[in-house]
């Protein structure tokens, strides 16, 4: 068995980067609903139209879990149940 070190060979690959900033929900695709008055028609939409597996509606003053679920849109709503952030989770 040779093991020549001049036989030519390809690098390893690089490992797969992800970063907090990776869209795999599709947020990027819904952001012109925040400011917009949530309900459950503007929900669906929002996760259909994201491709989103599930959505997730973020109420202040409840609990959720912490676990990060990369096919989860997030959706954050204030008091008055206007969209304030949208973002994978």
Known sequence: ????????????????????GEDACGAQRVQDRIGRRYDEALGESIRRES???????IRPGHSYTMEYRGDRINV????S???????CG
């Open 1 to 20: 068995m040779a093991n020549s070190s001049n036989v030519p060979h390809d690098p390893a690959p690089k490992p797969p980067q992800v970063s907090e």
């Open 51 to 57: 491709g989103a597996a599930t959505l997730r509606v």
């Open 76 to 79: 954050h709503i204030d008091d």
């Open 81 to 87: 149940d206007t969209v304030t952030d949208i973002g």
